[in-house]
């Protein structure tokens, strides 16, 4: 009896004891990683420590980059054309023109990873995503370069338009197409010289369209980055600690959020779609045309999906080394022949060698990659019946 | 020191776990036993599996219980697809083999088990559904003759399922069958899509497809219309000749739901083609819906139910993570729900829920005169992949 007597409150302290400890460990490992993200689940695995490292490191950048060059853009076109004034210059419009570049080349950037507040609802039914107010063909691969025209050839010489207006505007009139239109060529004729586009400007209103666009597009890169790392749909969270740990099913039942689906799932799928997007529309012939510089817009955003698999200089444990750590050594070896033979057709500019590397990349993420992370991404969409 | 830390915690999970473990084996041995004799119980049957060492008819009881509901399963060897009920037994449950599958199986809600298999019969396949006769002494399946595709009904009495008819479906390729309210007549899918077992599921007919809605004599196999999405019916407005009729509904009135199918790869444009249509008074309706909620639906409808009590057509849209809700008289779309890979479509009991299902194992219920979820109904068995169709099975005797 008295052996009962003194080793159960023994027993006692030195549980507590233990569990203190590893209650202490849980609340001490309250970030995922050195991500900044929040581990709220208290359940983090390596892979979706990999996960995290790939939010913080490679998409959220892409998102601030975008957002930067948004505002960069704003700015810029504020200084080219002021309110009161019109003191246009070619120079001027060259600096906007290669400013365009750099945005949509950070746009394509972020399209591999078309989720979370790029595909937050931004109208009113809750049926139009974000993405599609920046890049309409995205959504339904339909070129509104006649459409955006006509209405930009129209609105230049209304003189009652109202810049605001602009963010009324449906998805299929705004973002950077009608951006590039306006900076790359004169509207009445589609002329491309300079002198031609900055005398419209000196003739028309068209620096009110320049501005309505570019006011509007940098409110939506804003609002992207502040719901990837501050505020989802006014949760005062940011997307990316729900998204990691696994909790916007209970924040939401309504979209897209509710939907349950893991995190890893919806990372892998958001790949392959959009290598699936790169083999199947044409974006040479519907995208960053008046630019000319769709090849540099697609390149980005092959080097950005693999950047996601291959780390960043902050990343511990890249997709890539969690994938061989794992024994799946050839998988790996398979994802980046992919992207090897996919970069080298865009080095060399051929889109029908492009467009099967693509389709090729696909399907490698498809199989290798969800068989090497040991990720179903469903059952019953994949075959039908 | 991180490894003595590591070796801390997995003793303390090891301490915390051992009589969890425990408790775990003892509830689910309760359950158990309290199945085999529960029979005023609601269930859900579905398919299940991820691969062939786990393909089952799989079920889960107490559903009204959440906190009480669990999931079992009876293999089944291979991949399920329809599962019915017999309206004149109801603890018979059957379960269809998925295209170009060769058996079926009788599970008996009573024992819990498995108690019979069927086959289709030689240089035939299933096509994955089946239907009742309203006195449940026949069985109606969908079938394919291997060597000419053409599509073909099987007749089985329920007794021993010994096949007894066989009638054209006059199509290819059909697939959901269901009696209607008269009890005489069968309607069926005709998907239109040529496929052989030699390869696989590989659809060799794209071209040529042709898919009709066909209403057929359940005694005689007499045809007796059959309906065809062409563009006349909708004023040019869709190019509905790739459009394939997949899966269907009948309202207690005699309406027809029905499910599409689009194949994209052979269209010739990146047009939205409406996935949901009405066969009414002998005139197809669409149920439309926004462009961007269509395009969402990524070409696809998975499963389609009727609530005739609120007069409501639910849809499933595994590709477009997706449940789609309509009037059901005036055509109106209600709501729409996101849900990871949904397909399952049930209706419980009582008609206040569809109950909808995916292939990670989750269940949820949508309240069916609000059409938002009831959160406080969800389901979850972590290691189920309910497959493309579920059924709410209610034992009253």
């Known amino acids: 009896m008295n052996h009962f007597t003194i080793k159960w409150p023994l027993f006692a302290i030195l549980l507590s004891s233990v569990l203190l400890t590893a209650c202490n460990e849980t609340s001490n490992s309250s970030e995922i990683g050195n991500t900044g993200i929040k581990n709220t689940s208290g359940q983090i695995s390596e892979l979706d420590l990999a996960i995290a490292e790939v939010l913080a490191f490679n998409i959220i950048p892409a998102m601030e980059n975008f957002n930067f060059q948004a505002q960069e853009l704003n700015r810029s076109i504020k200084e080219f054309c002021p309110v009161s004034e019109k003191n246009m210059t070619e120079k001027g419009l060259v600096v906007l023109q290669n400013q365009w570049k750099t945005l949509n080349n950070a746009w394509f950037s972020t399209l591999p990873f078309l989720f979370g507040p790029l595909e937050t609802p931004a109208d009113d039914l809750g049926l139009t995503p974000t993405y599609a107010y920046i890049d309409s063909f995205r959504i339904d691969h339909i070129n509104r370069t006649n459409s955006v025209r006509s209405r930009i050839s129209s609105s230049i010489n209304d003189v009652n338009f109202d810049e605001n207006d602009i963010a009324t505007y449906t998805y299929q009139k705004t973002g950077l197409l009608p951006l590039e239109i306006l900076l790359f060529e004169k509207s009445s004729n589609q002329e491309q010289a300079l002198a031609t586009i900055v005398d419209e400007y000196l003739q028309t209103n068209k620096c009110s369209l320049l501005r309505g666009h570019a006011s509007v597009l940098s409110d939506l890169s804003e609002n992207i980055v502040t719901g990837w790392k501050e505020n989802y749909r006014l949760t005062g969270t940011g997307y990316a600690e729900m998204f990691i740990n696994n909790t916007l099913d209970y924040y939401f039942t309504d979209n897209l959020d509710g939907s349950g689906e893991i995190s890893t799932t919806r990372f892998i799928t958001s790949l392959k779609n959009h290598s699936e997007y790169l083999a199947s529309r044409n974006i040479h012939t519907n995208s960053a045309l008046l630019a000319n510089s769709y090849w540099d817009a697609i390149s980005s955003s092959i080097m950005s999906t693999e950047a996601a698999f291959s780390g960043s200089p902050k990343t511990k444990l890249s997709i890539y080394s969690f994938i061989s750590v794992t024994g799946n050594t050839d998988n790996a070896d398979r994802i980046k022949s992919g992207f090897s033979a996919l970069t080298t057709t865009i080095e060399n500019e051929n889109v029908n060698d492009m467009q099967v590397a693509a389709q090729s990349l696909h399907d490698i993420i498809e199989t290798d990659l969800t068989s090497a992370l040991n990720v179903s991404l469903g059952l019953n969409f994949s075959d039908g019946d | ?397």
């Open chain 2, 1 to 397: 020191m991180s490894s003595w830390f590591n070796s801390r915690r997995s003793l303390l999970k090891l301490t915390l776990a051992l009589p969890i473990t425990g408790l775990i084996a003892t509830v689910i041995n309760s359950r158990q036993a309290k199945n085999t004799s529960a029979l005023h119980e609601e269930f859900l049957f579905s398919a299940q599996g991820r691969d062939s060492n786990h393909y089952s008819l799989g079920w889960v009881d107490n559903i009204k219980a959440p906190s009480k509901a669990m999931s079992h399963n009876a293999s089944s060897k291979f991949r399920g697809h329809g599962v019915n009920q017999n309206p004149a037994l109801p603890e018979q449950v059957i379960m269809m083999s998925r295209r170009p599958g060769l058996q079926g199986v009788v599970f008996n809600v009573k024992k819990m088990a498995i108690v019979n298999t069927f086959d289709c019969k030689a240089e035939h396949h299933f096509q994955g559904h089946s239907c009742f006769s309203s006195d449940g002494k026949f069985l109606y399946s969908t079938e394919s003759s291997i060597s000419t595709g053409a599509g073909k009904i099987s007749v089985r009495e329920t007794t021993t399922f010994k096949q007894v008819a066989e009638f054209e479906s006059y199509g290819i390729g059909p697939h959901q069958i269901e009696l209607m309210p008269d009890g005489e007549t069968l309607v069926i899918a005709n998907g239109g899509l040529l496929t052989h077992p030699d390869s696989g599921r590989k659809i060799l007919n794209l071209s040529t497809m042709d898919s009709s809605l066909v209403y057929v004599n359940r005694h005689t196999g007499n045809l007796i219309s059959q309906h065809r999405l062409t563009q006349e019916i909708f004023d040019d407005d869709f190019d509905m000749s790739k459009a394939s009729i997949r899966h269907l509904d009948v309202a207690a009135d005699g309406i027809v739901v029905m499910g599409l199918q689009v194949q994209r790869k052979a269209m010739p444009s990146d047009e939205l083609v409406p996935l949901a249509v009405m066969h009414k008074n002998n005139q197809l309706q669409l149920l439309t819906a926004p462009n961007n909620l269509t395009r969402q639906l990524n070409d696809y409808m998975g499963s389609v139910k009727i609530n005739n009590k609120t007069r409501t057509v639910g849809y499933t849209s595994p590709r477009g993570n997706l449940a789609v809700f309509w009037n059901l008289d005036d055509l109106s779309l209600q709501a729409f729900h996101n849900f990871h890979d949904v397909c399952g479509l049930s209706l419980s009991a009582d008609n206040k829920y569809f109950i909808l299902s995916n292939s990670t194992g989750k269940i949820r219920f949508i309240d069916c005169k609000l059409l938002t979820e009831d959160k406080t109904q969800r389901l979850y068995f972590a290691h189920q992949s309910w497959d493309n169709h579920m059924l709410n099975i209610h034992l009253t005797s």
